[in-house]
């Protein structure tokens, strides 16, 4: 019986020692240039990627800049609206001659004073 359990364990041995072996693989070209190509669309898909968003990102600040300008422009529109209200005001003749009667003492042109020109 230990001769039979010998050729058995000498057989299982093997066995385990033929699984165990590392095998050798035969690299091909086609699994290399599989590879190159699988990263050279990640490396361009992640290009187009950030240039998309770069571009995105432009877009918005634009926009926000523009959405400032134009907030501006408002608030210049609003004051020019109002000094031209306070111009209308200021050179209005019953302003100017209130003015001038009430401050310079100053009253309708006697008739001697008038200078008729030719």
């Known amino acids: 019986m230990s001769a039979n359990l010998t050729l058995r364990l000498t057989a299982v041995s093997h066995a ?6 590392k095998v ?7 699994g ?10 990640t490396a361009a898909v ?4 950030l240039i998309w968003a770069w571009a995105n990102l432009q877009m918005v600040t634009l926009n926000y800049e523009i959405s400032q300008a134009q907030e501006t422009i408002k608030q ?3 004051i020019n609206r109002k000094l031209q ?6 050179k209005s003749p019953a302003r100017l001659e209130r003015l001038a009667e009430d401050v310079y003492e ?12 030719p």
Not at 16 to 21: E, F, S, V
Not at 24 to 30: D, G, I, N, P, V
Not at 85 to 90: I, Q, T
């Open 32 to 41: 290399r240039a599989v590879v190159a190509a699988m990263l050279l669309v």
């Open 16 to 21: 385990l020692l033929a699984r165990n072996r």
């Open 46 to 49: 992640v290009l187009t990627s």
């Open 24 to 30: 050798s693989r035969r690299h091909s070209a086609w």
């Open 76 to 78: 210049y529109l609003e």
């Open 85 to 90: 209200v306070e111009l209308a005001n200021l």
């Open 106 to 117: 100053m009253g309708a042109p006697q008739p001697q004073q008038i200078i008729r020109l």
